[in-house]
């Protein structure tokens, strides 16, 4: 039987942020792809993982994620969606996490970049929403690697049990649960609420 969570780790894009869609859109590859192929592509791709460690350019990383993935379109057209796919925190999510704030600690790691995160701290009001920022562009670690969650243990100083981390990427959770930490898949913030009580949360 796990241990309560003391420490609670949140993913932001599709657990308290809403995306309008995927950063790659079906139609500009070729062939059939599922959700979760299409997610695992760019998981794994060397371009998002450079541009969201913090080691290319928003220009580079859009030429470099065409040309690696064949992708149909062009790295202009590319990148001005992807600029478009942060939207702001469901309804209820800054107030939850507030909440949270008061009775545990709580952190935000984020496979970010240079182009969404100061929209996400400014804009969408998130710095303050959290006691603990992992971004991986800032850290220099991309989920689901194992490193970005060695910084978040080294940075808690906690056993990995006390961590409840709930992120809406199958890979990114396995990665965690295989540290140890008590990790869930979740879409949207009335899934990560489920979740968070089932695990004993008070919200």
Do not use: C
């Amino acid at each position: 039987m796990n241990p309560a969570p003391t420490h609670l780790l949140f993913d932001l894009g599709g657990v308290i942020v809403e995306l309008a869609g995927r950063p790659i859109e079906e139609a500009w590859l070729t062939g059939q792809h599922s959700a979760a192929e299409i997610w695992a592509l760019w998981l794994t791709s060397d371009a998002p993982r450079a541009f969201e460690a913090g080691r290319t350019t928003p220009d580079a990383f859009a030429r470099q994620i065409v040309d690696e993935l064949g992708l149909e379109v062009s790295p202009a057209v590319f990148l001005a969606h992807f600029l478009k796919l942060p939207v702001g925190p469901f309804p209820g999510a800054l107030g939850m996490l507030h909440a949270l704030k008061a009775r545990y600690r709580t952190g935000i790691f984020s496979n970010s970049n240079a182009l969404h995160w100061p929209r996400k701290m400014g804009e969408m009001a998130l710095e303050d929403a959290v006691h603990d920022h992992f971004a991986s562009h800032l850290m220099g670690h991309v989920k689901p690697d194992r490193a970005g969650f060695d910084h978040v243990l080294e940075t808690w100083k906690v056993a990995p049990a006390r961590i409840l981390f709930l992120d809406d990427n199958a890979l990114n959770v396995e990665a965690a649960s295989d540290i140890g930490f008590q990790a869930v898949r979740v879409e949207g913030l009335d899934a990560a609420k489920r979740a968070l009580n089932a695990h004993g949360v008070v919200i």
